[in-house]
Structures are given as structure tokens and as C-alpha cells.
């Protein structure tokens, strides 16, 4: 089983919709969560933290319900400029203090006119 | 807020020679650096995490005397694809830790794409 699932996608959807991804994690040592924007051939630029008590920034929801190990990502009213694809990321905390970050494939939204 | 910078952009080298690829911290010290690859449609893997003035730490899998990663200062961390072969070609990115205590991030490298024919 992969550490963090995501529905690769893509998600089609018109100008205007609301569309929301999904993510869940294996390892019960994830302390922090993360979703990421990655546009074609480009890096993974941070959209938000994820907390357990959600927070929004503008359209971009984001919750964590971690008795599930689960993840979240609503986007509303999407926008031709949100087609990329979207990251799930955990960071993890190793016995030893070492921490590393998770990723998810990814799920590819595509925003058409 | 803080910037990484990596060199180069993309590079196309020959099978058997060797590319080292720059991750510059602009604004910060980076203590720890991290090197990640992503081959098409797939997600990021971490290769090895960076250490300044130590050596670094391989994940599984990932052979230390083929990815040589030197991290000679608070602000550079180098990865040198040795004798690369095309099955090296990928999109590889470098990130360090920002930030301290619970409020830290993570910032890329834009990633350099490394073309073996």
C-alpha cells in the first residue's frame, strides 16, 4: 500500500465549479500535512498547510481528520488558472527525529472554459 | 520569503559521463537539504536528505556512489550524476526545510531536467 493515496484524476470541470480531492495516509506518524500545486514540468509550490481544526485560504479549503488519516481539498468556483496538478503531502517523523516529506501522485484538475 | 535556487534548468548529457546539478539557499541557511526525483506521471521520490558538513542519507534503493551529494555549506548542496545512463534521465528537484518549531515549510528548487542519450 502506498504511504499517501490520491485518485490521480483528471477531474474535468467548467469555470465556476466546486471540486474536491481526496488523500489518505498509511503511517500513524504523520505529524504535518500539506497540499501542493504542480504545474507542468515545474516544481511543487505550497497552496496550504492542513490543520485538524481545517483552514481556508480564499477558494482553497483544506481539513484533516486524522482518526481516518484522511485529507482534503476543496477548491470553489475554480478558475481557468487552478488546472495543475495537485499534491498530497505528509510529512513524517522517523524514530530516530529524522523527518522526511510523502508524496501522493497527485490528482490532475483541468479547468475548462 | 525564502528562495531556492538550482542550477541548471535542464541538461542533456552523454551515456557515461557524469552532470552535477547546484541547490543554492538565496536568503537562509539551510541546514538540511533534500533531493527528490520524479520520473513522468509519477509522484516525488526522496533520494537523500542533505546534511551540511556531514554525509548524506540514502534512501533505500538509491545507490550513494552513483548519487554523490556533497553539502560543503549553510547555503549549497551539490548532487553529481555519475557515468549517467538514460534510465537517469528524470526531473530531478532539491528542497530545503524554512522556518523553526511548528512553523516551517518547505521550499523547492525549480528542478533540473537531466536528458541521458
Known amino acids: 500500500r502506498k504511504e499517501v493515496e490520491q485518485d490521480p484524476g483528471p477531474f474535468n470541470v467548467p469555470e465556476g465549479a466546486t471540486v474536491a480531492f481526496n488523500c489518505t495516509y498509511s503511517n500513524s506518524a504523520s505529524q504535518s500535512f500539506f497540499w501542493y500545486r504542480q504545474d507542468c514540468r515545474k516544481e511543487p509550490k505550497l497552496l496550504m498547510s492542513v490543520y485538524s481544526s481545517g483552514n481556508e485560504d480564499g477558494r482553497f479549503t483544506a481539513q484533516l481528520n486524522r482518526a481516518s488519516q484522511y485529507i482534503s481539498l476543496l477548491i470553489r468556483d475554480s478558475k481557468l488558472s487552478d488546472s495543475a496538478t495537485y499534491l498530497c503531502v505528509v510529512n513524517i517523523v522517523m524514530n530516530t527525529g529524522f523527518q522526511k516529506l510523502v508524496f501522493g501522485t497527485g490528482t490532475r484538475l483541468l479547468v475548462s472554459p | 520569503g525564502a528562495v531556492v535556487s538550482q542550477h541548471p534548468s535542464w541538461v542533456i548529457c552523454k551515456s557515461g559521463t557524469s552532470v552535477k546539478i547546484e541547490c543554492r539557499s538565496l536568503?537562509?541557511?539551510?541546514?538540511?537539504m533534500f533531493w527528490y526525483r520524479q520520473f513522468p506521471k509519477q509522484s516525488l521520490m526522496l533520494m537523500a536528505t542533505s546534511n551540511e558538513g556531514s554525509k548524506a542519507t540514502y534512501e533505500q534503493g538509491v545507490e550513494k556512489d552513483k548519487f554523490l551529494i556533497n553539502h560543503a555549506s549553510l547555503t549549497l548542496s551539490t548532487l553529481t550524476v555519475t557515468s549517467a545512463h538514460p534510465e537517469d534521465s528524470s526531473f530531478y528537484i532539491c528542497s530545503a526545510r524554512t522556518g523553526q518549531g511548528a512553523y516551517y515549510g518547505y521550499t523547492f528548487g525549480s528542478g533540473t531536467r537531466l536528458t541521458v542519450v
Open positions: 536568503d537562509f541557511q539551510a541546514t538540511t
